[in-house]
């Protein structure tokens, strides 16, 4: 049968069943996705030495004839095979703990070995070592006598196992691996197939750092390909709804505020106002600290699109910030006439049903609602603009799922604003919202102090109490963090309660406080947070983050137990939710004494630093991207080669060149792209968009 990339493995010679199933936990299910599989690191094992310059300590590799064999246990009772070997320089001892090498070997025959060698009572020996029958008559050597590579494996896999098959793979499938790049670019790099057969057996070093420079670029360009693509399509065929300024609702808005706004927001706003009364259709993120003055801004928008007779929808990603914007924005709507409701999920079915009539007659300008309900269940009169806010959980996928749904409909397209109020690194901007414009607020409203951070260790919690409460009876409140491994977790909800109980009754007896965690009802969430709200409560311990996203103006103090939990942005993220109206505020983290010395290191580098977007790369750097802000389970695509908290210069270098090829042949019509074009329709279901023109 002809070898087609996409075999699946288990047909591969030497891979039954049982086999492929373990590949599959590798990510390897087709024997392109085999010839993909990156090695960790590579040993150089191109020197032969002779037995007699053999040096403790060291890997060595060894060409040598097998002398004798014998299996035995060791004291302790380890199974071991030992052996004997010769070349023309010396003989050396080499031990194995494991038996069946007993059953392969046989005295007399020809090796190579690599293995370290260790010094055992002054004699020399081979511990381990990985051999291979040396007929390099008949073929060449897989495991010595080269650069060899070694892959991330699963149980039930071996190095040796893998590197067999993969090199059989590339003498039976490397020829079809076919050149995607266009040849203006490929011509900068190794040919394909040449680049993976150098990512698995290069000939020297800089022959695989070069294949594996080439496949990560790739990799970006394709994805950069994709973006520059959906940027393209959002700007063109449908224009977006072409706004004026001469209403000036949102000037009146701007007027009314107790404060001007900053420089920065003014050019912000400006760009908006550009987008919006332009024919383009607006695609901007929005990023900017907590308390940046985002919100503002945006409402300012909304404003704009309302004076339009149009209709604006701001969504955030939870009831609770769904409701605190309503709230601020409820007196501003009545003042000036704007019609105005929330979509929430714990309004009665009658009340939501009613609402979603009076969006789809256009009996109402503005709307807040969920992100949940707003994408699932609306149908719009003319939606002019859609502002999603804190979207930190809201990748690529997801805004094309927005896209779509405020696209019902034969009406021109909305223009979009996204808002994040996590500052991204540049490299995940450039990955999650690289189909973006980007503005960034760096400047903070006038009046705000850095919030004072301290690392606060068991013996300090007593005084740090009595500061809290201090801090309470002079009127101001606080937060407390508590964080749940998992929110489900009975046994830690029962610790985090416990541990509630033991201030009220103790330390902190006399301060009005409440518990707000994962299980209660979203309204007695609710209830919970208005009482903190009106100053009701005093201290608020909760065992969830995210509703501790609300601005609650009199907070200074934001307690947070167990910090090494989370991601340097996301404290950066609660630590800004504190000491917003001014006046000194503090960020107290509660170390352990097992917490672990680079958490500690960690932490203190985050309570040097205020500057949300330094914090951010940082973030990236220790912990990688997979981690950073939830971006797995929302929309980071697998990277395979690439890694974004490393290869910065060469994904800036993709992105240039992906939007210049899209600027020039968007639809990839041109012969140079069809490697592309293939591509995008198989791996990356860019078939429906490409499909029109195909
Ligand atoms: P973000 O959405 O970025 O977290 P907000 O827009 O909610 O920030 O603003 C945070 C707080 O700062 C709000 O209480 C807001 O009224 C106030 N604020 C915003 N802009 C200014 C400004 N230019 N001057 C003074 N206060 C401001
Ligand atoms: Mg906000």
């Known amino acids: 049968m002809e070898a087609r990339l996409d075999d699946p493995v288990r047909y591969l010679k030497g891979v039954g069943p049982r086999r492929a199933a373990t590949l599959d936990k590798l990510g390897i299910a087709t024997a392109e996705d085999l010839l993909l599989h990156a090695p960790r690191q590579y040993f150089d094992r191109s020197r032969i030495v002779a037995i007699r310059q053999l040096a403790p300590d060291r890997e060595a590799c060894i060409r040598v004839q097998l002398e004798t064999l014998h299996s035995g246990r060791s004291w302790r009772g380890r199974q071991r095979v030992s052996a004997t070997v010769a070349d023309d320089s010396g003989r050396l001892r080499v031990t194995w703990y494991s038996g069946w090498v007993r059953d392969v070997l046989q005295p007399g025959q020809r090796l190579v070995l690599a293995g370290r060698v260790v010094a055992n009572r002054g004699r020399l020996e081979m511990r381990q070592p990985e051999f291979e029958r040396d007929d390099t008559e008949t073929q060449e050597l897989l495991h010595a006598e080269r650069i060899v590579p070694f892959y991330p494996l699963t149980r039930g896999i071996s190095q040796k196992w893998l590197r067999a098959l993969v090199y059989r793979t590339l003498q039976s499938h490397a020829h079809l691996i076919g050149e995607i790049l266009p040849p203006a ?374 307690i947070i137990h167990h910090p090494e939990r989370f991601g340097l942005s996301q404290l950066h993220q609660l630590r800004g939710r504190v000491g917003r109206a001014g006046g000194a505020a503090w960020c107290l983290l509660l170390v352990e004494r097992r917490t672990t010395s680079e958490a500690l290191e960690r932490l203190r580098q985050f309570a040097d630093t205020d500057d949300g977007f330094a914090i951010a790369e940082l973030d990236l750097r220790l912990r990688g991207p997979g981690d950073f802000v939830g971006t797995r389970q929302h929309g980071l695509p697998t990277l395979r080669f690439a890694d974004l908290s490393h290869d910065r210069a060469l994904l800036e270098r993709a992105r240039d060149l992906a939007f210049a090829l899209v600027r020039a042949d968007p639809e990839l019509l041109r012969g140079e792209n069809a490697g592309v074009r293939r591509v995008l329709e198989t791996r990356y279901q860019e078939r429906e968009t490409l499909a029109e023109t195909g």
């Open 185 to 558: 670019i490929a011509a900068q790099y190794p040919e394909r197939a040449a680049a993976v057969r150098a990512l698995h057996f290069p000939a020297c070093s800089e022959d695989a750092a070069c294949a594996l420079e080439r496949l990560k670029f790739e990799e970006l360009f394709l994805l950069q390909v994709v973006l520059a693509r959906r940027r393209w399509r959002a700007r063109s065929g449908q224009s977006g709804i072409q706004m004026r300024v001469d209403s000036g609702l949102h000037e009146d808005y701007l007027h009314a505020l107790p404060f001007a706004l900053t420089r920065a927001q003014r050019s912000v706003l400006d760009e908006i106002v550009a987008d919006m009364t332009s024919e383009r259709c607006m695609q901007r993120l929005l990023q900017g600290d907590v308390g940046s003055g985002k919100t503002v801004v945006a409402v300012a928008a909304l404003l704009l699109a309302v004076g339009n007779r149009t209709q604006g929808v701001l969504m955030a990603p939870t009831e609770a910030l769904a409701l605190q914007h309503a709230e601020r924005l409820l007196p501003a709507c009545t003042r000036l006439g704007v019609r105005f409701d929330v979509l929430v999920g714990s309004r009665t079915e009658t009340d939501k049903e009613r609402l979603r009539a009076r969006l789809r007659s256009g009996d109402l300008d503005l709307v807040v609602g969920t992100h949940a309900l707003i994408q699932e269940s609306v149908a719009w009169s003319r939606l002019g603009l859609a502002v999603v806010d804190e979207q930190h959980r809201f990748g690529v996928a997801q805004r094309a799922r927005l896209q779509r749904a405020t696209r019902e409909g034969s009406g021109p397209r909305p223009h979009v604003l996204v808002l994040s109020a996590t500052p991204i690194p540049r490299t995940l901007a450039l990955t999650l919202f690289g189909d973006l414009d980007v503005s960034r607020l760096e400047e903070k409203p006038p009046g705000r102090q850095p919030v004072r951070t301290h690392l606060v260790p068991p013996e300090r919690r007593a005084r740090m109490l009595e500061f809290v409460r201090q801090q309470t009876l002079e009127g101001r409140q606080a937060f407390m963090v508590l964080p749940l491994i998992e929110e489900s977790d009975k046994i830690e909800l029962r610790a985090a309660t416990a541990e509630y109980e033991r201030l009220r009754s103790g330390a902190l007896a006399g301060v009005r406080m409440g518990l707000l965690h994962g299980r209660l009802r979203p309204a007695e969430k609710e209830t919970l947070l208005r009482s903190f709200h009106t100053g009701a409560l005093q201290l608020l311990v909760s065992t969830t983050v995210v509703e501790v996203g609300l601005d609650v103006a009199g907070a200074n103090l934001m």
